[in-house]
């Protein structure tokens, strides 16, 4: 193994998390979204070392990730499939918190996922890779290039949204 | 709730909040407790779609893993690109023509040597089949003329 198949899996491994959720959360196809992983990985082989510093390779990701996307948007009319209703089978419940607590926390997050997946991309890819991403406003403005201060106004607009939705649940 | 109020709780959120806002931050969420209600449904929200996030299929894991050993073998060749990797491959195959080339030559030098040594070769049998052919020789002394030897004193 030579130090390009060793710094791809270092690479891989700590970043495979949080882009396929990204792409997940953008696309809410687990076909495509592993269509789209696996091309994103595949290039960056390829592109490893061209790649001048290793701290823009999150940034390579995210972007080429985002751009696949698009570009799938672009060639399709998709339709996004509704978000299934959680399966009380599938609730993961920690051993700190009871049945009814996992059950309603279940219910919030199928509410706020749903919620999410109906807001405008725009909005919605800058708060997944504020959330899943990690990237500071900095880094999402220069990603997207967009001012910094569309960024928090996108980011609140989602915020808003998703308390919004969250008060009608709780109510 | 006051925007910017509402801002800075969304900067926090972010960990984008410097330590003197926070501070600010804190004193009017102490005050407010509309802005409190908000900070801890952030808190929710967020603790909740982290909770949401998925594993990656151990599937898709694979087969990427399995891809990225065959890619870099594959693009072996195409491994130093670029302006000197252009540059070396001009050199290589210009290099590899005149090999070729040198070859070729010594090739009819070695052809034309083998036909000049066999000409040689034929040339050796004539002459000696000439000398073969030739009548021999007898050498004899005449004694018509008389030598006188003399003294020196």
């Known amino acids: ?171 | 709730m006051d925007e910017k109020l509402f801002a800075k709780i969304n900067e926090f959120a972010d960990g984008e909040l410097s330590h003197q806002d926070e501070i600010f931050l804190f004193e009017q969420l102490a005050v407010d407790a509309e802005a409190r209600n908000f900070f801890r449904k952030i808190n929710l929200v967020r603790s909740v779609l982290e909770g949401s996030e998925e594993e990656f299929p151990p599937s898709l894991e694979k087969k990427i893993l399995r891809k990225a050993e065959v890619t870099p073998e594959r693009n072996f060749l195409f491994k130093y690109t670029g302006l000197a990797g252009l540059v070396t491959g001009i050199i290589s195959i210009i290099l590899l023509i005149i090999s070729i080339f040198l070859l070729s030559e010594v090739s009819d030098y070695r052809k034309e040597i083998n036909s000049v040594i066999s000409q040689v070769k034929a040339q050796n049998k004539t002459i000696e089949a000439l000398y073969n052919s030739l009548p021999p020789v007898d050498v004899k002394a005449v004694y018509s003329k008389e030598i006188i030897i003399k003294p020196k004193i």
């Open chain 1, 1 to 171: 193994m030579d130090n390009t198949d060793k710094n791809f899996q270092v690479i891989f491994h700590r970043t495979k998390k949080k882009l396929y959720n990204f792409v997940l959360k953008m696309t809410y196809d687990k076909m495509l979204t592993e269509d789209i992983v696996q091309n994103v990985y595949l290039k960056l082989i390829e592109s490893l070392q061209n790649i001048e510093s290793p701290s823009s390779i999150d940034f390579w990701l995210f972007k080429t990730a985002r751009n696949e996307v698009y570009q799938y948007y672009r060639t399709k009319k998709i339709h996004i499939d509704r978000f299934n209703q959680a399966d009380i089978d599938e609730i993961d419940i920690a051993s700190n918190e009871s049945i009814e607590d996992a059950v309603e926390k279940a219910d919030i997050r199928y509410h706020l996922e749903e919620q999410l997946m109906f807001m405008p991309v725009e909005q919605k890819e800058v708060f997944l890779l504020k959330e899943y991403g990690g990237f500071s406003y900095k880094e999402i403005s220069e990603l997207l290039n967009i001012e910094i201060e569309l960024i928090k106004s996108r980011l609140n607009k989602v915020r808003k949204k998703l308390i919004n939705r969250l008060n009608k649940i709780i109510n």
